[in-house]
């Protein structure tokens, strides 16, 4: 690692971006966003740590196929049951990404903000992005994944409870002063041309919060869960390489979103010349 | 192209600009934290105030609350049929007859802060912004999750 000593402290390490992948609503595809970013990222050479906070819950191991190796938790770092190197695990498809899991056994509210901070503070010298998987819901375990992170990502789907409960998100974050960007995940641009879904500028428009990235829904993605082998690390699918691209924004690349223009119909194109579209 | 044209010609919504006026309605009432009948009192008196000033449609008025960074925006927004002529006492009767309803005077009034879009947005339109800052509110909130303790919500 190169020396950048910008966080003052002597070591000579960049201390790691951190971020909470959240969305209010549950099942909108946070866990695999989480997996598949957190991939793309290792795959873009960038160490990265994927945590799961969803204590009672525990879902990012099977996502990314580790559900074998896991011996200890994010919990069991907190409580120092074991050192923070003992609790993370490696990918097996990746050099770059680790995993520190959640407890399956615990309650949500068994670690509190103060600790999870100070858990993922441990990391932060080891890693270049660390990616916190929230749980559903804007209660304390959602809150104790905010705690650690200095930016959020927001995951909804282009349909309105999905929206509305990012809405609700997207205020309490503000209030808590971390600036969320947006991930359209699960978008169906035929549906959006038949006028059966939202499009991507309607989400935008309604949300009013920078977007990163948009994540056509894919079979593949259904596919790399059944297989453990997050999306990203199929480059034929669609899903795979729009995470890819989202990578390449957050490492601070100049990637255009343009893949939504696919939605817009020739004559979509020209109603928008002739204004009525 | 076809879906915006059946719209407005047939009158037919899709589910799509459905989905998108519902969700205006419900982040409205979300983000100001107005219930229903507070928010139609609210129209209401917003309606009678508008009249004062301006020649304006009933069903016209749209209100929103925009999000802009930390803070929230109120957009009030509505056609404006006709300026208010200045009226005397003695001729407010004939003067109000003569409206011509159809004729949309390019009028635009904007209180706060100016933006490109914003401005072109009120071609047409008496477009009335008041910024209100709503972050406090929010840090209120997520104060108040904090405070709680689990299971004291579910009462």
């Not at chain 2, 706060?112 to 912004?129: L, P, R, W």
Request: with cysteine; charged share 30%; proline share 3%.
């Amino acid at each position: 690692m190169s020396l950048m000593n910008s966080n003052g402290d002597g070591t000579g390490k960049k201390l790691g971006e951190t971020y909470v992948v959240t969305s209010g609503k549950g099942g909108v595809g946070k866990t695999t966003v989480t997996a598949s970013l957190g991939a793309a990222l290792a795959l873009r050479g960038k160490r990265t740590l994927v945590v799961d906070a969803d204590i009672g819950l525990r879902n990012l191991d099977v996502i990314l196929g580790l559900e074998s190796r896991v011996v200890f938790n994010i919990v069991d770092v907190a409580k120092r049951v074991c050192k923070p190197s003992q609790a993370v695990i490696k990918s097996k498809k990746s050099n770059n990404l680790y995993l520190l899991p959640a407890s399956q056994t615990d309650e949500k509210d068994v670690i509190n903000e103060e600790e999870i901070r100070k858990v993922i503070e441990q990391y932060r010298r080891e890693f270049n992005y660390i990616l916190i998987d929230s749980p559903a819901g804007i209660e304390q375990g959602f809150k104790n994944a905010c705690a650690a992170a200095d930016k959020a990502l927001i995951v909804t789907n282009p349909e309105v409870a999905s929206i509305r409960d990012a809405d609700r998100v997207v205020g309490i974050l503000h209030a808590r002063s971390i600036e969320p960007q947006l991930i359209i995940n699960r978008i169906d641009f035929n549906m959006v041309r038949r006028g059966d879904m939202l499009s991507v500028a309607d989400v935008q428009d309604i949300l009013g919060i920078d977007l990163i990235g948009v994540v056509e829904r894919d079979e593949e993605v259904i596919v790399a869960a059944n297989t453990g082998e997050p999306v990203a690390f199929n480059p034929k699918s669609q899903a795979g390489q729009a995470f890819l691209r989202i990578a390449r924004r957050l490492c601070g690349e100049d990637v255009p979103i343009a893949n939504y223009v696919k939605g817009v119909s020739f004559w979509g194109r020209l109603g928008r010349r002739l204004g009525v579209a | 192209m076809f879906n915006a044209l059946r719209e407005r010609i047939f009158g037919i919504k899709t589910s799509q600009s459905q989905a998108k006026s519902r969700l205006h309605l419900v982040l409205v009432q979300d983000r100001s934290g107005l219930s229903g009948d507070e928010m139609s009192d609210f129209r209401l008196d917003l309606l009678n105030v508008l009249k004062k000033y301006f020649v304006i449609s009933d069903s016209g008025l749209e209100v929103s609350y925009q999000r802009e960074s930390a803070s929230t925006t109120l957009m009030i927004n509505s056609p404006v049929l006709r300026r208010k002529p200045t009226i005397l006492p003695s001729n407010k009767d004939t003067a109000n007859k003569n409206i011509p309803n159809k004729d949309k005077n390019k009028v635009a009034v904007e209180a706060g802060k100016d933006k490109n879009e914003d401005a072109k947005k009120a071609v047409g339109n008496a477009y009335v912004k008041v910024e209100a800052k709503d972050a406090d509110k929010d840090k209120d909130l997520a104060k108040d999750l904090a405070d709680k303790k689990p299971g004291v919500a579910q009462a």
